[in-house]
């Protein structure tokens, strides 16, 4: 008999390399100026900003231009904030605001009326948020950020005004104690104030 025939190894096929398709380029989302500026403010500024949007402000004031004071010249010690004519721009305003507040209150709109939500929610709630109003103040004002101190000024007066509106105390009264002081020494008016006080307080560190 003869041999079987060996089958032949069949040779591998080489396989050809997978065509790699190109990566399709996705297009970068190109972000608006103004919001890549904006992420790049602190905290701080972010909020002015925001506030800022919410005010129905005179376009005679520029407050994005302060907002976006470089950081030489928003520095404690730095110049004035720039001039701008605005009607009503004077301390008489604090009057007018204290008369509106006083309205607000009288009126008892809490759906429509801030102010009038605020007084409805108590003494201890009006005291709360002037606090926080004043912390701000000054966390913005050492931190070197006048713009910001600005606004916060603005929100910490309009508290008080509240505050006043809902303790009884109408401006004229402070206007008083006010002129009153006027030519006395400061070291002489804390030493006449009323022992009571100091009592009251329970500390002798009164300003």
Request: glycine share 6%; net charge positive.
């Amino acid at each position: 008999m003869g041999k079987a025939a060996t089958p032949k190894a069949k040779a591998p096929k080489p396989k050809a390399p997978k065509a790699k398709a190109p990566k399709a380029k996705v297009p970068k989302a190109k972000v608006p100026k103004a919001k890549m500026l904006k992420a790049k403010l602190p905290k701080a500024k972010k909020k002015a900003l925001k506030v800022a949007a919410a005010l129905p402000l005179p376009p005679t004031i520029p407050v994005a231009q302060q907002l976006a004071m470089p950081k030489a010249a928003s520095a404690a010690g730095a110049g004035a904030l720039a001039p701008f004519t605005v009607e009503g721009a004077e301390a008489a305003i604090l009057d007018t605001l204290w008369r509106t507040v006083e309205a607000r209150r009288a009126a008892g709109d809490v759906e429509h009326s801030h102010s009038a939500r605020l007084l409805a929610r108590g003494t201890a709630k009006v005291a709360q948020k002037l606090g926080e109003e004043a912390v701000e103040c000054v966390i913005e004002a050492t931190m070197g950020n006048r713009a910001a101190t600005v606004l916060e000024s603005a929100d910490l007066l309009y508290h008080l005004m509240v505050l006043w509106v809902d303790a009884g105390i109408a401006p004229a009264e402070v206007w008083a104690e006010l002129a009153r002081r006027q030519g006395i020494s400061g070291i002489a008016e804390k030493a006449s104030r009323p022992k009571g006080l100091v009592r009251a307080a329970n500390t002798t560190k009164l300003p």
